[in-house]
């Protein structure tokens, strides 16, 4: 059933929204001190393309680094990422079929605003994580 929902979601919303965090990516990669959160936007951007079987966990041994990097994050990118989920769970919520992806993208919004200090697992293990 995962890999159903994933080749769904991966058309009708997984591509545009993986190539929105691959482009934040590498705009990020272009100056040496945003590295790191070209490095999140990539990561990201797998979950956005294939996210169910997955799930996001805290992680605890981030720091105050991660929590600024959060706030700079918010500012410069992390808005419009979590614009486009909302937009595009908004356009899936119109019919009952994409009620569940739209779903899944309301549930993304908070990994686009806050990406650092968060770690994506399979879900059979998100407690093993912690």
Do not use: Q
């Amino acid at each position: 059933m995962k890999f159903i929902l994933n080749v769904l979601w991966l058309i009708l919303s997984g591509f545009w929204l993986a190539l929105g965090y691959v482009a934040a990516g590498i705009i990020c990669c272009i100056l040496i001190i945003t590295i790191p959160f070209g490095i999140a936007s990539f990561r990201i951007a797998g979950y956005a393309l294939w996210p169910f079987g997955r799930t996001t966990v805290v992680r605890h041994d981030a720091g105050a680094g991660s929590a600024i990097g959060n706030v700079i994050w918010i500012i410069f990118a992390g808005w419009w990422l979590a614009l486009g989920h909302i937009l595009t769970g908004l356009a899936l919520c119109v019919t009952i079929i994409g009620i569940p992806f739209g779903i899944a993208n309301f549930k993304m919004i908070p990994l686009s605003l806050l990406p650092l200090g968060r770690e994506i697992v399979p879900t059979d293990e998100p407690f093993a994580a912690r």
